[in-house]
């Protein structure tokens, strides 16, 4: 029984294996991702609202120990850096239509977020040494790699607070939380690594300072592309990963839109159920390793995807997290379908949600 627990977790493959069906074929298949991660998976996720049923304790120790939970989600390093490198030797060879183009570059920057960055969420929050490299790999392929630090040391401290980036607020629109989330995640980043420095008594510029090495390591990465290849390529390949956190910021928006803690002399209260937003639909949790399990998550970020809990006082979303990334393009819509649901937490938990600063204005 464990053993089809682990297949399901295989679905992640079908959208690398149409990106590489978009490289040979190019025309109409370049589109392919696209089509299937934003029109195929939300179709599905409307028809089923997914389980929320729980692994009992022994099922959970299983799951823990078993290894190809591991191997499924290590595969994804190899997986992305050749779909990776494959896409700059195409963008290199030209040649294409312009629809082709932007199928190809959507597709990759698709696999930057998915395959990229949400793979490397779950991986950053890992103890090992490689399993840490891993995630900063994969965070590489998006330019992203900040994201190691101030996920790990600020996000999580500061969620669904006014002070943590990531935590969008209520009645903003996702075009503005994008502009602000890139600059001050990126911004936090330093001050948490300076920070960290400082209880060292090292200089910011000591060589253990990881926000330069992130920094040599990406801008290594773009020179590299724009001499092996061409500038062009390079500024392409920069597209994508844009497109790629871009993904990152909208599950961002998505995840903790309009969820605030009180804060009293003594500070937060701590982080429950309610400040995350949720969903059970099948499909997004197996092509995003179960993030939108993302209540429990934030209760232990040490918990691996597989066992990852639902609660029953953690907000559900009305779909999935493919479908409400489209709805959150839609400010309107947006607005229409989240606020009255933020209200009402509001009103049935007024002791652990406290009324955002935008709305009680």
């Given at each position: 029984?464990?053993?089809?627990r682990?297949i399901?977790y295989l679905?992640?493959?079908?959208?690398p294996?149409?990106?590489v069906?978009g490289?040979?074929?190019r025309?109409?298949?370049?589109?392919?991702?696209?089509?299937?991660a934003?029109g195929?998976?939300p179709?599905v996720?409307?028809?089923s609202?997914?389980?929320?049923?729980?692994m009992d304790?022994?099922e959970?120790?299983v799951?823990?120990?078993?290894?190809?939970?591991d191997?499924?989600?290590?595969?994804m390093v190899?997986?992305?850096?050749?779909?990776?490198?494959?896409?700059?030797?195409i963008?290199?060879e030209?040649?294409l239509?312009?629809?082709?183009?932007?199928?190809?570059?959507?597709?990759?920057?698709?696999?930057c977020?998915?395959?990229?960055?949400?793979?490397?969420?779950e991986?950053?929050h890992?103890k090992?040494w490689y399993e840490q490299w891993m995630?900063k790999?994969?965070?590489?392929?998006?330019?992203?790699?900040?994201?190691?630090?101030?996920?790990?040391?600020g996000?999580?401290?500061?969620?669904?607070t006014?002070?943590?980036?990531?935590?969008?607020?209520y009645?903003?629109?996702?075009y503005?939380f994008?502009?602000?989330?890139?600059?001050?995640?990126?911004?936090s980043?330093w001050k948490?690594?300076?920070?960290?420095?400082?209880?060292?008594e090292?200089?910011?510029?000591?060589w253990s300072n990881?926000m330069?090495?992130?920094t040599f390591?990406?801008?290594g990465?773009?020179?590299t592309?724009?001499?092996?290849?061409?500038?062009?390529?390079?500024?392409?390949?920069l597209g994508?990963?844009v497109i790629g956190?871009?993904l990152?910021?909208?599950?961002?928006y998505?995840?903790?839109?309009?969820?605030?803690?009180?804060?009293?002399?003594k500070g937060?209260?701590?982080?429950l159920?309610?400040h995350?937003?949720?969903?059970n639909?099948p499909m997004g949790?197996l092509i995003?390793?179960?993030?939108?399990?993302?209540?429990?998550?934030?209760?232990?970020?040490s918990r691996?995807?597989?066992?990852?809990?639902?609660?029953?006082?953690?907000?559900?979303?009305?779909?999935?997290?493919?479908?409400?990334?489209?709805?959150?393009?839609?400010?309107?819509l947006?607005?229409?379908v989240?606020?009255p649901?933020v209200k009402?937490l509001?009103e049935?938990?007024?002791?652990d949600?406290?009324?955002?600063?935008?709305?009680a204005?």
């Amino acid at each position: 029984m464990n053993r089809l627990r682990i297949i399901k977790y295989l679905l992640i493959f079908t959208a690398p294996a149409l990106a590489v069906l978009g490289f040979i074929y190019r025309g109409p298949w370049t589109w392919a991702v696209p089509i299937y991660a934003y029109g195929l998976v939300p179709f599905v996720e409307i028809l089923s609202k997914g389980t929320r049923k729980n692994m009992d304790d022994v099922e959970e120790e299983v799951a823990k120990k078993d290894r190809l939970y591991d191997y499924i989600i290590y595969s994804m390093v190899p997986v992305q850096w050749a779909m990776f490198i494959a896409f700059m030797f195409i963008m290199e060879e030209g040649g294409l239509q312009m629809y082709e183009y932007a199928g190809l570059i959507f597709s990759m920057g698709i696999a930057c977020g998915v395959l990229g960055i949400n793979v490397a969420h779950e991986l950053g929050h890992r103890k090992k040494w490689y399993e840490q490299w891993m995630s900063k790999a994969l965070l590489l392929t998006a330019q992203y790699m900040h994201f190691f630090i101030e996920h790990n040391r600020g996000h999580h401290k500061n969620v669904s607070t006014e002070g943590d980036p990531a935590t969008a607020r209520y009645g903003e629109m996702f075009y503005t939380f994008w502009v602000r989330s890139v600059v001050m995640s990126y911004i936090s980043a330093w001050k948490l690594e300076l920070k960290r420095l400082n209880r060292k008594e090292l200089p910011w510029y000591h060589w253990s300072n990881e926000m330069i090495f992130y920094t040599f390591c990406q801008v290594g990465l773009l020179v590299t592309v724009a001499l092996v290849f061409s500038v062009p390529t390079m500024l392409i390949t920069l597209g994508a990963s844009v497109i790629g956190f871009s993904l990152l910021e909208i599950i961002n928006y998505v995840e903790h839109y309009g969820l605030v803690r009180h804060k009293s002399e003594k500070g937060f209260k701590r982080v429950l159920p309610i400040h995350s937003w949720n969903s059970n639909h099948p499909m997004g949790r197996l092509i995003l390793f179960e993030v939108t399990r993302h209540s429990d998550h934030h209760y232990m970020a040490s918990r691996k995807y597989q066992v990852l809990r639902h609660f029953d006082d953690a907000p559900q979303l009305p779909t999935g997290y493919p479908g409400m990334i489209i709805l959150a393009t839609i400010p309107p819509l947006w607005f229409m379908v989240m606020n009255p649901r933020v209200k009402a937490l509001q009103e049935k938990y007024p002791d652990d949600l406290r009324v955002p600063l935008a709305q009680a204005a």
